[in-house]
């Protein structure tokens, strides 16, 4: 699509002269986008959810559901701002900044910490089983990951290397606005929307796809470890067309992999490894009893 839009208008698209807003001007308060992104994604996942254990062999019940909801969001939000704080800026320990998610800076590994730590929780507590339930989550995770990678194109931001490619884009820097961006900046890879494609669309078609289509969910571990493999490899990708974050570009450049290659390395590993591991046992006849 984007270049069709180059082509036609003989030109770089630059991203400014899409009119794109950060977010809902109410008048005393704007509703960021990347906000409504995470809502959205949330929300769809339990919607999708409460379907799902509604199906045979389901090893949860809606109380479940309803339990994994709000935990699971507070995973999300915490573990996703530690985490980026820890990995991407350590400088903010200490600091009233390390809890200031208003304007963005959440990492998608540390969100994933959170998740799980909140599903063995939900699992603990109720008796469930913990590899099962995450099995039934991961298929949701998809719906999140697109939502939130639109959000951070819709707010210009995390943007990818220079390119000499038509679909390049010229983006503006944090607080240049629409008509303000010289026509001497550098195209750059639209990698917002090469990370909505493969860590958002691709996994929601594949898992949804496992899911209703076949018999995965009765081989435990089968689902979270297609996800796992899937989205991390799909992140070890974009990570090729990315711009490394300004205050680790030394480190990308020391190491020869940016920050994100090298935290998914072991995620690409562990979800191999659960692959294996499922598809080497017998599945289940019609899924573990549930205590509803």
Not at 54 to 77: E, M, N, S, V, W
Request: glycine share 12%; aromatic share 14%.
């Amino acid at each position: 699509m984007l270049e069709m839009l180059a082509a036609s208008s003989g030109s770089i698209v630059n991203w400014s002269d899409l009119g794109l807003s950060q977010g809902i001007d109410l008048g005393f308060f704007t509703l960021r986008y990347y906000s409504l992104a995470y809502l959205a994604g949330i929300v769809l996942g339990y919607w999708h959810l409460s379907r799902m254990a509604k199906a045979p062999g389901a090893p949860l019940a809606q109380r479940h559901a309803d339990d994994l909801f709000f935990y699971c969001t507070i995973g999300i939000i915490v573990g996703g701002r530690a985490g980026y704080v820890l990995f991407y800026m350590p400088e903010y320990l200490g600091t009233w900044e390390m809890f200031n998610t208003l304007g963005g800076g959440m990492s998608f590994h540390g969100g994933l910490v959170g998740t799980v730590l909140a599903i063995a929780f939900v699992s603990w507590r109720h008796g469930l089983s913990f590899i099962r339930v995450c099995d039934y989550l991961s298929v949701n995770v998809g719906f999140g990951m697109l939502f939130g990678r639109l959000a951070n194109f819709i707010n210009g931001e995390l943007w990818g290397r220079p390119t000499d490619g038509t679909w390049g884009m010229i983006f503006c820097d944090e607080g240049i606005r629409a008509g303000e961006c010289m026509s001497s900046f550098v195209p750059r890879h639209p990698s917002q929307l090469y990370e909505a494609a493969l860590e958002g669309a691709l996994v929601i078609v594949v898992m949804l796809s496992l899911f209703w289509l076949t018999r995965a969910r009765f081989r435990p571990g089968l689902l979270v470890g297609v996800f796992t493999s899937l989205i991390a490899s799909g992140r070890f990708v974009v990570e090729f067309f990315r711009e490394p974050d300004s205050q680790l570009s030394e480190f990308a450049a020391r190491t020869g992999l940016s920050m994100g290659q090298w935290l998914t390395i072991p995620l690409i590993l562990a979800g191999l490894a659960l692959v294996i591991w499922a598809l080497s046992r017998k599945p289940l006849a019609s899924g573990a009893p549930v205590k509803a």
